[in-house]
């Protein structure tokens, strides 16, 4: 059973999911992933989405760009957590136009939505989700936020040394 589902709208996300990838695999975090278009596909996308949700799925990390529209799509399929990661684009607005349509949800249908890019943040914040009720996930979060801090506390002595 996986716990959280990563969808990526194109094959072109794969850097992104990389990065939702490994920090869902250090927090020992069950997931799955899959290229769903909600523009393209979208009849396998309301399919799959109730189909990951009875087996068992319980947060969606939906990574996008351009028009945006797949993390509000999963979240009309569901009650679960949606978190949206959008992803900066080739054109002139640079993935401004994916993080506004991910934030410009309409009333009743929510999607958190991380930095443009930010599919560190987006794991991390389905790992935090999954810690309300998973004590072994928090401990790892805590050591996770220990190894930040210790690493800031070393670049400074570094740099006063310098």
Known sequence: MHIVSVIMGSDSDKAIYSEVSSVLMKFDISFEARIISA??????????VRMAVNSGVRIF???????????????????????????????????????????????????????????????????????ISDPSIEIKLIAYKKEMANGVVQKDRQLSKE
């Open 39 to 48: 523009h393209r596909t979208p009849d396998i996308l309301a399919e799959y």
């Open 61 to 131: 990390i939906a990574i996008a760009g351009m028009a945006a529209a797949l993390p509000g799509a999963i979240a009309s399929y569901t009650t679960h957590p949606v978190i949206g990661v959008p992803v900066a684009s080739s054109s002139p607005v640079l993935g401004f136009d994916s993080l506004l349509s991910m934030l410009q949800m309409p009333p009743g249908v929510p999607v958190a939505t991380v930095t443009i890019n930010g599919g560190r943040n987006a794991a991390l914040l389905a790992a935090e989700i999954l810690a």
